[in-house]
């Protein structure tokens, strides 16, 4: 799902005031997938 797809659903849903976008990420690939996860 690309960033724009993603923002559009939740913005649908009413979560995009809930996301918080950084400008570069401090996460390694492994924590970056656990943090999907957790969020879904």
């Known amino acids: 799902m690309s960033l724009v797809k993603a923002e559009k659903y939740l913005q649908e849903k009413g979560f995009l005031d809930h996301v918080?976008?950084?400008?570069?990420s401090?996460?390694?690939v492994a924590e970056a997938c656990v943090l999907s996860v957790l969020v879904i």
């Open 20 to 24: 918080i976008e950084l400008e570069a």
């Open 26 to 28: 401090t996460a390694t």
